[in-house]
C-alpha cells in the first residue's frame, strides 16, 4: 500500500512536444504530491507539487493533473526542451496528522530524452 | 541563502568497514531526512530526524544509524558495511511548520564499498 508506480520507465520526445509521464498510488492517507527533477551527479531538485484538493496546478511548462478517484496523478511538460533531459520522479507522502509524516514514497523514475 | 550541502562527495570503503555521512540542511530548516537511491532506482526513505531525535524510520536495518545536532545539522552512519549499501546517499531537509512537506535535497555522497 505504499507502493507509488511510475510509467514510462523512459520517454523520447522532441523538441516543442509535449512531455507526459504517469503515476499511480495505493494509500488514500497520501496527501502531498511532488514531481522532481535529477540529473547526473545531484541530488532531485522539486519541480512543482499538488495537494488532492485541486485537480490541475501549472507552473511555467510544467502542470500536474490529478485524478483522486482514480489514485492517479501525471506530469506534463509543454514545449519540452533538450534542456529537460532528465529523470523524473514522482513521490507522494502523508503531511497532515501525526503519523507517517514527512517520509517521501517515491515512483522509479523516468529518464526524459528530448531530441533537437 | 545555503541549500542542503553533504559531505564528502565521494567515498569508498570495504566490506564491513563504518562510514559517517554529514548534512546540512538548507538555512532556516530544523528536518533533516535521508534516504538512499540506489542505481537506476527511485529514493529511498531511510529515516528522519526533528529536535534531535529519530522521528521516522524506514525498512532498513539498524546498522543504520543517525545523529541530529542542536544546529539541525545532522549525520547518518552505516556500520558492518556490505557489497549492497553502494549508493548515493542524500540528504533532504524541511521545515516542521505549516503542513507541508517540502523537502530540498542535497547533491548526495556516492558511497562505494568493495
Known amino acids: 500500500q505504499q507502493q507509488v508506480k511510475q510509467s514510462p520507465q523512459s520517454l523520447i520526445v522532441q523538441k516543442g512536444g509535449i512531455s507526459i509521464i504517469n503515476c499511480a498510488y495505493e494509500n488514500t492517507a497520501f496527501d502531498y504530491f511532488p514531481w522532481y527533477q535529477q540529473f547526473p551527479g545531484k541530488g532531485p531538485a522539486l519541480l512543482i507539487a499538488i495537494r488532492p484538493d485541486v485537480s490541475e496546478k501549472k507552473e511555467g511548462r510544467f502542470t500536474i493533473s490529478f485524478n483522486k478517484s482514480a489514485k492517479q496523478f501525471s506530469l506534463h511538460i509543454m514545449d519540452s526542451q533538450p534542456g529537460d533531459s532528465a529523470t523524473y520522479f514522482c513521490?507522494?507522502?502523508?503531511?497532515?496528522?501525526?503519523?507517517?509524516?514527512?517520509?517521501?514514497?517515491f515512483g522509479q523514475g523516468t529518464t526524459l530524452q528530448v531530441k533537437p | 541563502d545555503a541549500g542542503v550541502t553533504q559531505s564528502p562527495t565521494h567515498l569508498i570503503k570495504t566490506r564491513g568497514q563504518q562510514v559517517t555521512l554529514r548534512c546540512s540542511p538548507k538555512s532556516g530548516h530544523d528536518t533533516v531526512s535521508w534516504y538512499q537511491q540506489a542505481l537506476g532506482q527511485g529514493p529511498q526513505f531511510i529515516f528522519q530526524?526533528?529536535?534531535?531525535?529519530?522521528?521516522q524510520r524506514g525498512n532498513f536495518p539498524d546498522r543504520f544509524s543517525g545523529h541530529q545536532f542542536p544546529n539541525y545539522s545532522s549525520e547518518l552512519n552505516v556500520n558492518a558495511l556490505l557489497l549492497g549499501d553502494s549508493a548515493l546517499y542524500l540528504c533532504?531537509?524541511?521545515?516542521?511548520?505549516?503542513?507541508?512537506?517540502?523537502?530540498?535535497f542535497g547533491p548526495g555522497t556516492r558511497l562505494t564499498v568493495l
Open positions: 513521490a507522494a507522502s502523508r503531511v497532515t496528522g501525526s503519523s507517517n509524516t514527512g517520509k517521501l514514497i
Open positions: 530526524y526533528y529536535e534531535e531525535e529519530e522521528r
Open positions: 533532504a531537509s524541511s521545515l516542521e511548520r505549516g503542513n507541508t512537506d517540502t523537502q530540498y
